[in-house]
Structure formats: structure tokens, C-alpha cells
């Protein structure tokens, strides 16, 4: 059983791994967003009314294609965790004109934590 300064590390820790997803979406560099991620991740969600399922190195591929997202705002909604996995929630603004809600799945490997799924819905455009 994690005691309260394990729990606060770890909370810290994962807000950390959603920050690099963030700063790497900021700044459309798709090499950092690559480590945000486990290898066997992957993206799937709704953008315009549509399915989309993407592979994490398909998701990267978009971000280096459509470039950096210099305005968008975001915030950590949520976290929570027990032991080695946990799951964060995720408000932006203004990806590119688009606001999302993100949910992640994360797991504790070598290294830290990484997201190992994301799911995600596009809201309306900006």
C-alpha cells in the first residue's frame, strides 16, 4: 500500500509524463510526443462525428505533419492510480482550432510512466 508521499510522487510523476504530451503537441515535435507513449500504444476517438484508430507511430506521424499548436491551453482534469497503472484526463483548448478531452490510460514501466492508450473526443472547433 502506497503511503501519502508514494501517492503524491506518483501523481506528480504522471502529471509530468501528460506534460511532455502537451509541450510535444505544442510545439509539433513528434520525436518527444513518440516518448510520451509505450510502443504497443494506441489512439483511438471521434473527430468530426467520424471514428478514428490510430497506431501511436500514426498518431505521431499527424503531429509532425500538421506542425506545432502554439495557442493551445490545457489542463489535467484528473488522476488517479493504484500501484503501476493509472488513468488522467485531460482538457485542451485550441489544438489547432479544435477542442479535445483526452483520456489516458498509463502504466509504470523502466523509465516511468507512459501512456498506453488514449482515447479522445474532438469537440466543435474553436
Not at 488522476?79 to 485542451?92: K, N, Q, V, W, Y
Amino acid at each position: 500500500m502506497m503511503d501519502e508521499s508514494e501517492s503524491f510522487a506518483a501523481y506528480e510523476e504522471i502529471a509530468e509524463a501528460i506534460e511532455v504530451y502537451v509541450d510535444s503537441a505544442r510545439a509539433g515535435d513528434a520525436i518527444r510526443m513518440r516518448t510520451a507513449f509505450l510502443p504497443t500504444a494506441s489512439v483511438s476517438g471521434s473527430y468530426g462525428g467520424k471514428p478514428a484508430e490510430w497506431s501511436v507511430d500514426e498518431f505521431c506521424a499527424l503531429i509532425a505533419k500538421g506542425g506545432p499548436a502554439p495557442n493551445l491551453k490545457a489542463r489535467v482534469a484528473s488522476i488517479e492510480s493504484s500501484g503501476t497503472a493509472a488513468m488522467a484526463r485531460l482538457e485542451a483548448a485550441d489544438w489547432r482550432g479544435t477542442r479535445y478531452t483526452d483520456f489516458f490510460v498509463l502504466l509504470k514501466r523502466e523509465g516511468g510512466w507512459r501512456i498506453a492508450n488514449k482515447v479522445f473526443f474532438a469537440h466543435s472547433r474553436a
